[in-house]
């Protein structure tokens, strides 16, 4: 990318320029917002917010709101010092016009650093205008109100006073541009989480999303004085605490600081969430290892002190982590975003800078709170001694079974190619689908594992158990690549893991189960993006010998229509497919299977960490968020079976 913050004194030049800058965006909008489906139409939202954010990070602004206004255009409002109105003298312009369009050096996505000199984010502003089919700016500054509007980012209206004013702060709607964008309705929900995500990543502030799109407005307001200490202890809100008290910590090294805060649940998971800027890094980095190599160095160390841990005897990294919920946020100026999808931290100064932390400050915590430490610690080897057994159970059945022999489960029908990656595997539900996928497959690299029933509740597993369980144990041989810390992805037998499930309750059920267990005993099935969800069908439509299917009611319509053609009285008949097991061999293949025409859905990370928190509610021990959520979600829960 060419470098666009360069103006020169020439108003032409620079004139020009901003139009190539904006120009880019919209031809490769990816580059700056990752995608143009929904998840880019929600980023377009946060590089708004991410300004305000910043705003407040310098410590003038208390308050913001988000409104999703009917017809899909959002409102954001903050109570800041406003963007600056007066005239640059390099560019001739008022500082807001350049701040909505002169793109800023590196997209986030695209090569390139991404540092801004000042706030941490906050380097979209002119992205999102170029994005969007309008967009209105007005800044309450100096007793004025001053206004500008835009169209797909070039100016409608200059920058003028409209009303006086005795507040300050900025305001700014934009509608997402429907040339750009695949869809343009916005999920509350999904607004809603990052929101309280962060209101919880910073204390103090108060951010208020509405949706104003139906008759009935929703809105609400988050604000958190405890900051990560109440989003560690949101986290654990449908576990059993192990203790009351919430660890926290945090220090600073020039322009860096870090913040940790942990509370352990009596459950088995570890649960870490860490961020660097407010932006999550799912696939962790240099600030979580940090965090880990402290922690069981103190725990052991904590442990031999005081007479906790006999001798040479040690706690493993896995161990003290078992039951954990951790929030570790840290800012930087100069964030190095790396991995396949820049969601992991590569700044080494981190590490650590959050080792120190976690060293100095953990070792005083536990002198200081020896119940919370002795708790935490018999956890850990409790969770010690009950991998030793695992290990035992493991290697027994191995024996019995032969797990290293190579012999195959029953349930599976396993494809002639030896290569992994050609190969996939269709786990299908129910036996009669899986008659259907076998027949129909094509096997020369087409893998069918049928899966029935009920499967084992991994809430309140262990590994020794995982192993032992007749559903999952099929599965488990069939990848061949193990589970948990044994877990590995070389010797995976598969890189497609298709899930094909009923597109109904009971199908998003054993979705949700898969995917949970992916989650907690191969996520880096999931990391790597090898688990899939088929899409198969849900219309037939017929009309005389024609024969057309449709994923979508959407599609439903328009292939009906298209079907009728100019003839209002055809009759065209439409089917609603139950289920996967009332599709015929060739036509399970030639909807859903066939690589040339099927669809194949990639199982995100994030949909997986959304399983697991649905599963939790599902299967956990807390009864009341389970009735809870089942009352929400009757309509669609009727069926499930817990
Ligand atoms: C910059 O330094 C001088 C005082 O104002 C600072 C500033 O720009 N603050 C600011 C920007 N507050 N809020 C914004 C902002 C808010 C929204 C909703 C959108 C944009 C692009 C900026």
Known sequence: ??????????YGGSQIQVL????????????????????????LVYEIVDNSIDEALAGYCKHITVTINPGNSITVTDDGRGIPVDIQPQTGKPALEVVFTVLHAGGKFGGGGYKVSGGLHGVGASVVNALSEWLTARVHKNGNIYEMKFARGHITQEMKIVGKTEKTGTEVTFQPDP???DTLVYDYEILHERMREEAFLNAGLSITITDNRQADDISETMCYDGGIKEFAVWCNRNKNALHNDIIYMHGMKGDAS???????????????????????TPEGGMHETGFKTALTRVLNAYGQKNGIIKGDDKVSGEDCREGITAIISVKLTDAQFEGQTKAKLGNAYIRTLVDQIVNEQLSVYFEEHPQTAKAILE????????????????ESIRRKTGLESGQMPDKLQDCNERDASLCEIYIVEGDSAAGSAIQGRDSRFQAI????????????ARADKIYGNDKLYPLIVA???????????????????????DADVDGAHIRTLLL????RYMRPLIENGYVYSAVPPLYKLTRGKTVRVAYSDEQRDEISAELRGDNPNTKVLINRFKGLGEMDAHELWETTMDPEKRTLRRITLEDARRADAIFTVLMGEQVEPRKEWIEKNAKYAVNIDI
Do not use: C
């Not at 990318?1 to 020439?10: I, P, R």
């Not at 899966?451 to 809430?459: S, T």
């Not at 044994?486 to 298709?498: A, N, S, T």
């Open 516 to 519: 949970t267990f992916f989650f």
């Open 379 to 394: 956890k850990a080897m409790m969770a010690n001694r009950a991998r030793e057994a695992a290990r035992k159970a493991r």
């Open 20 to 43: 190539e800058g904006l120009e880019a965006v919209r031809k490769r909008p990816g580059m700056y917002i990752g995608s143009t489906s929904a998840s880019g139409l929600h980023h």
């Open 479 to 501: 990848l061949g690549a193990g589970i948990g810390e044994e877990f590995d992805i070389e010797k995976l037998r598969y890189h497609k893991v298709i899930i094909m499930s």
């Open 179 to 181: 040339e750009m964008f």
């Open 258 to 280: 870090a913040e940790i805060a942990i509370q352990y649940n009596d459950g088995y998971n570890e649960f870490l969430l860490s961020f660097a800027n407010d932006v999550r």
């Open 449 to 460: 594992l049928a899966m029935w029933g009920k499967m084992l509740n991994v809430e309140k």
């Open 1 to 10: 990318m060419s470098d666009e913050t360069k103006v020169t004194q020439e």
